[in-house]
């Protein structure tokens, strides 16, 4: 069967067609200009990863991408992994998402994915991002100390910061998402305590609370 104008060529039982039955045939590849054309189908495959690791990796990235973080609970059980082993790939993306101006931060059960402080405007343009006014410096220190302490009372905190009263400054940050308050029943009075979030160990810089602490072990705080 002779091609159209420009000179194209179809041989043998190349594109679909309806035989003398009306029924239609199958669709096999074509010839044009001597140049076998692959199905559509072939066209459109993408190769799945050769490793098992390489797939799970890219499989907990695209978890993290699609719902910009999750539970560790949440990301395993999508994943088919333990949160352990969650934990473990997510230190193995990290430079592969900073590589894209993204940062992986956990803050104990979550895990957030963050554009870099320095792009978060630029991203707000094109897409919902959070984006955080500058910290004050009352408000860094205070964050340090609660991070060196791990889980402190505002007493604990105010004790390390001069003994002045911080408390509509623990109020502003748990507004801004910064800090987790939470009611320790364990402690004499019911006291709160605080816990720095994911999104203010990205304003910090830094991808986790252990990754956080070491760095103010080294300063000597």
């Excluded at 978890?63 to 990301?75: D, I, K, M």
């Excluded at 931060?105 to 979550?110: K, P």
């Excluded at 009352?138 to 791990?150: C, D, F, S």
Aim: hydrophobic share 40%; with cysteine.
């Amino acid at each position: 069967m002779e091609g159209d104008k420009a000179g194209t060529r179809f041989c043998g039982r190349g594109g679909p067609s309806l035989g003398s039955t009306g029924m239609r045939r199958q669709w096999y590849p074509a010839v044009t200009l001597g140049l076998a054309i692959p199905v559509a189908q072939a066209l459109l495959r993408r190769q799945t990863p050769g490793t098992h690791t390489e797939r799970q990796l890219i499989t907990l990235a695209a978890c993290l991408f699609a719902g910009r973080g999750g539970t560790l609970a949440a990301l395993a059980d999508a994943t088919g992994v333990s949160a352990a082993a969650v934990r473990e790939q997510l230190s193995e993306l990290g430079d592969r998402m900073a590589a894209v101006g993204l940062a992986i931060v956990q803050d104990g059960h979550g895990v957030r994915l963050l554009p870099f402080p320095w792009l978060a405007d630029t991203v707000s343009r094109v897409a919902t991002v959070e984006v955080q006014q500058a910290l004050t410096k009352e408000a860094i220190e205070v964050l340090v100390v609660i991070g060196v302490l791990g889980v402190p009372t505002r007493r604990q905190i105010e004790a390390r910061c001069g003994g002045g009263d911080c408390a509509s400054l623990l109020d502003r940050l748990c507004r801004r998402g910064v800090l987790n308050k939470v009611r320790d029943d364990s402690l004499p009075g019911d006291p709160n305590t605080y816990g720095l979030t994911a999104l203010a160990l990205g304003l910090l810089g830094h991808s986790s609370l252990e990754s956080f602490q070491a760095r103010c072990h080294e300063a000597g705080l």
